[in-house]
């Protein structure tokens, strides 16, 4: 088993860790035959035997002592309702020693700032939810924030911002463990969006359309359908009946993204898709995801991915996946 450890402390948010356990604490019968390598085990740990949630919304007990993390794979260390109440001492330095053995380090929104306390952030990038931001800097000022993003990922330490933005870092992980199509089959069980990119800005303005047809929802289900064909904004503007700065404006609004980038993620989402599946050569896997040529494949998984494309498909595809993570870049 991978183990999965997190920490709650006092006054921890419940959301995070239902978080936690709809990714990493659930038996997944869907994946029967589909893993090449071991699921995740969830423990809870802390430094007390019950814990108070926050706001008193309820009490954990018989709680795992902070010892478990001992033992972890993958540390999840606990977020802070308020910030700038330094975390217990006994869970710095767990968290330190789990740094210094190599363990895998992540927060959902404001544990970044248990990581930073720990000094595991130091000379790091890293983010954290925007309200906090200038909280963060003012405590932390060797860490290299970007409140900007929906989560970084450093490697061995990934920070992610607030509320849904700790599944994108969750399903991030497993997609790193066990590729895009795990991931995928996770995030439908969950009802989640399959994947949003960690770079997208996680302050985005989502305005309810008065009219249906405003969404652009429709025009990215048709152009998912043709990733193979050349697609241009001025083509995605038509299909969408405005002008292409106007196209901008509502990529900008609703995915805080341009429609080129979003194409190019839709793109090498497919494309690793097809290289697990092991059935195409280089050449057909950039032809049937609209990346052109297999140099243009090497070179975009490499950027969005941090591996080539034959070293994904040995780590992820049917006979190697899972061997080693994929570190993004």
């Given at each position: 088993m991978h183990r999965v450890v997190a920490i709650v402390d006092d006054g921890s948010n419940p959301f995070e860790l239902g978080v936690a356990t709809e990714l990493f604490g659930l038996r997944r019968p869907e994946l029967d035959g589909r893993l090449q390598a071991p699921w995740y085990e969830l423990r809870l740990c802390s430094a007390t035997p019950t814990v108070r949630m926050h706001a008193g919304f309820f009490t954990l007990s018989d709680v795992a002592p902070l010892e478990a993390v001992d033992e972890a794979d993958t540390v999840l260390v606990p977020n802070r309702p308020d910030p700038q109440t330094p975390p217990s001492a006994p869970v710095l330095e767990a968290v330190r020693a789990a740094a210094a053995r190599g363990a895998r380090l992540m927060s959902f929104c404001t544990g970044a700032f248990t990581l930073a306390a720990a000094g595991v952030l130091d000379g790091r990038r890293a983010t954290t939810h925007?309200?906090?931001?200038?909280?963060?800097?003012?405590?932390?000022?060797?860490?290299?924030?970007?409140?900007?993003?929906?989560?970084?990922?450093?490697?061995?330490?990934?920070?992610?911002?607030?509320?849904?933005?700790?599944?994108?870092?969750?399903?991030?992980?497993?997609?790193?463990?066990?590729?895009?199509?795990?991931?995928?089959?996770?995030?439908?069980?969950?009802?989640?969006?399959?994947?949003?990119?960690?770079?997208?800005?996680?302050?985005?303005?989502?305005?309810?359309?008065?009219?249906?047809?405003?969404?652009?929802?429709?025009?990215?289900?048709?152009?998912?359908?043709?990733?193979?064909?050349?697609?241009?904004?001025?083509?995605?503007?038509?299909?969408?009946?405005?002008?292409?700065?106007?196209?901008?404006?509502?990529?900008?609004?609703?995915?805080g993204t341009t429609p080129l980038a979003w194409l190019t993620g839709e793109r090498v989402r497919l494309a690793c898709l097809l290289l697990e599946k092991g059935e195409l050569s280089l050449d057909q896997v950039a032809a049937a995801s609209g990346l052109g040529t297999a140099s243009n494949l090497r070179s975009l998984l490499?950027?969005?991915?941090?591996?080539?494309?034959?070293?994904?498909?040995?780590?992820?595809?049917?006979?190697?996946?899972?061997?080693?993570?994929v570190r993004a870049r």
């Open positions: 925007w309200r906090w931001a200038e909280v963060f800097r003012s405590l932390f000022p060797r860490v290299d924030l970007d409140p900007d993003v929906l989560y970084v990922d450093e490697g061995s330490v990934l920070t992610s911002a607030g509320s849904s933005a700790a599944m994108d870092l969750g399903l991030h992980i497993i997609r790193k463990d066990h590729g895009a199509e795990v991931a995928n089959t996770v995030s439908r069980r969950a009802v989640f969006a399959g994947h949003r990119d960690g770079g997208q800005r996680q302050f985005v303005e989502r305005p309810v359309a008065r009219r249906a047809e405003a969404s652009l929802a429709p025009v990215l289900e048709w152009a998912q359908e043709r990733l193979d064909q050349p697609l241009s904004v001025r083509e995605l503007a038509r299909r969408a009946a405005v002008s292409p700065a106007t196209l901008h404006r509502r990529f900008a609004t609703e995915l490499r950027k969005q991915v941090g591996v080539s494309p034959t070293e994904y498909r040995r780590r992820f595809g049917h006979r190697g996946r899972g061997s080693t993570p």
